[in-house]
């Protein structure tokens, strides 16, 4: 029961950081340019539009750290997400057509001990995130060695974007914790922000 209330705690403090804490009462200056983008919502309406996000995501914050109702906080929370806080699958997944092999490793170095154009896909999550840029750089190598020609390429970070790009999937993404989601051609792996 203690990691179920781990898991929701985690997921309602994330809520209740962004709407409490970014927009309601810091209002940080980010999350006003973001509210000031949107057509139409100039002066008086984004502040109130801004209030409005920030009241709506803390109170989501608060009622899936209640836990009443959790399947329906889960689904406004994250349609994926009531698998992670109520443990039962919604969907009937297919097992994996191709076995997969994890290996307790450091990325780079595995990558670079693997043959060449030897991998269809990667997803590497927050592994720039606090890393040096010499690392950075010596890991986006090693991917674009590693890669297949039709490869592609998932960075995920926590960090949030510093430009925009065609290749950030953030938004559409149905997990919980992702400043930014790029998706990618291996070979255009530098476009993605470096922490």
């Known amino acids: 029961m203690h ?24 209002r940080e200056s980010r999350h006003q340019a973001i509210i000031r983008a949107v057509p139409y ?16 995501e803390a109170f989501i914050g608060a ?27 919604s969907e009937h997944f297919s097992p994996a057509v191709h076995p997969i092999a994890f290996a ?18 990667f997803s590497l999550s927050n592994i720039e995130d606090g890393a040096p840029p010499d690392y950075i750089w010596r890991l986006r190598a090693a991917v674009r060695r590693a890669a297949a020609p039709d490869a592609i390429a998932v960075f995920r970070s926590f960090a949030e974007p510093r430009l925009r790009t065609d290749s950030n999937w953030a938004a559409g993404d149905r997990s919980f914790l ?5 998706v990618l051609p291996p070979g255009e792996i530098d476009r993605c922000q470096r922490s």
């Open 3 to 26: 990691n179920l209330q781990l898991v929701r705690g985690s997921v309602a403090l994330v809520w209740l950081y962004q709407g409490l804490w970014c927009k309601l009462l810091v």
């Open 41 to 56: 919502l100039e002066g008086g309406r984004a502040r109130a539009a801004l209030f409005t996000l920030g009241a709506t």
């Open 63 to 89: 009622w899936v750290f209640s836990g009443w109702r959790a399947p329906e906080a889960a689904l406004v929370s994250n349609p994926y997400a009531w698998n992670v806080l109520l443990g039962p699958q």
């Open 104 to 121: 307790c490793a450091d990325a780079a170095s595995f990558l670079e001990a693997c043959e060449p154009a030897s991998f269809d896909a």
């Open 178 to 182: 992702w400043g930014s989601v790029n």
